[in-house]
């Protein structure tokens, strides 16, 4: 017999593009694909669907009914209805029982846990580079990054109590792609992007592409274990928003927050309001390093963090200015003040000053 796989979180893009791609697998007899929401209208063939609450313990009676042996556990968002109380409830609640649920399970082999780098976090004082073993400095104050980093938790608490299951933890950077739903993915959409005064942050990216064949890798059978997953390179947000032809408005810290919340009431659902992890992310940045994800799960993402965002820009609407025009201008006065200092040279104490 193939493998069962059970998903969940298939209401939304992500996880209804998952379940499609790993039942026609070969070796894989079944797809559950479980969420609170009613089925979605483009649910692929061949995915069985059941509309369960996460927080409820019915998600082990679906389990056991259908013999499940593969858990992808998707429902881990930023982005829910019923506001924050509600998402958090969903995220930390609802992976509780899934995981209770998988404690019961004696057929189960194999879990998968999507995650977010988000759970390092973004401060002044971290490294320049997260790697898997890299503690941050404190867990997150609040949010997603705070559910992400507890689910984690419950998540080392299973392994330790069913040794006999493979547990693969994956730690995306910010998904973008044609279909992106994350909050940073609706920041980009913005008219005018407002910026932290005097920041200009290091971005990582994983294309959605990759996003799903990392995941499809985890749930047939690549090593265990907890992964960075992020495109090669980096990208400033000022080419961030450069490659999307957006204005930016560097703000003072206390007044970018205050902003983003503004902004977004005209032009997305209140819910989505700049949280205090992502106001962090746009001040201090954050990068990975994904050599583990190469060398010990074998996967290279074909998207860097520069295609990913440029393919993100193709499919999203273009903002005021021409980002040609924009980056050639921009280009120039880099280069000329590159010729300005290799023209003249201040030592580390001489004070240089306009003309």
């Known amino acids: 017999m193939g493998k069962v796989v059970l998903v969940t979180g298939v209401a ?7 379940a499609g791609r790993i039942a026609g697998q070969p070796g894989v007899d079944r797809v559950v694909g479980v969420d609170a929401a009613p089925p979605p209208s483009d649910l692929p063939p061949g995915v069985r669907y059941a509309q369960v609450d996460p927080r409820r313990p019915a998600v082990a009676r679906v389990i056991a009914e259908h013999g499940v042996d593969t858990v992808v556990h998707l429902n881990v968002t930023a982005l829910g209805h019923g506001g924050r109380a509600a998402v ?5 609640i609802g992976s509780m029982q899934l995981l209770g649920a998988c404690q019961q399970a004696p057929g189960l082999r194999r879990l998968v846990v999507k995650s977010t780098t988000a759970v390092y976090g973004s401060a002044p004082r971290d490294p320049a580079v997260f790697g ?5 400095k404190a867990l997150p104050p609040g949010g997603f990054a705070r559910d992400a980093a ?11 109590r069913r040794p ?3 547990v693969t933890v994956l730690r995306f950077a910010n998904i973008l792609g044609p279909d992106g739903d994350t909050p940073l993915a609706a920041y980009f959409r913005l008219p005018v992007l407002p910026t932290a005064f005097g920041y200009d942050p290091r971005l990582q990216f994983v294309h959605e592409d990759d996003a799903l064949e990392v995941l499809r890798l985890a749930a047939l059978g690549a090593p265990p274990g ?3 997953v992020a495109g090669d390179g980096v990208l400033l947000l000022s080419q961030c928003a450069r490659r999307l032809g957006r204005p930016t408005v560097p703000l003072l810290r206390p007044a970018l927050g205050l902003v983003g919340r503004l902004a977004r009431q005209l032009s997305a659902p209140a819910d989505r309001a700049f949280s205090q992890e992502q106001l962090q992310l746009l001040t201090h940045g954050r990068v990975v390093d994904t050599a583990q994800l190469r060398d010990r799960f ?3 993402p074909r998207w860097t ?3 990913a965002f440029a393919d993100f820009v193709a499919h999203t609407s273009a903002g005021p200015l021409p980002p040609e025009r924009l980056t050639a201008v921009t280009d120039r006065v880099t280069d000329r003040l590159a010729g300005m200092l290799g023209d003249h040279h201040p030592t580390p104490h001489q004070e240089t000053r306009p003309r």
């Open 88 to 92: 958090k409830e969903s995220n930390v």
């Open 132 to 136: 898997e073993r890299t503690q941050p």
């Open 305 to 307: 963090t520069a295609g």
């Open 298 to 300: 074998g996967y290279a």
């Open 226 to 228: 907890t992964y960075n």
């Open 164 to 166: 006999d299951v493979d």
């Open 12 to 18: 939304r893009p992500l996880g209804a593009r998952f």
């Open 150 to 160: 507890e689910v984690e938790g419950y998540v080392r608490g299973f392994a330790r």
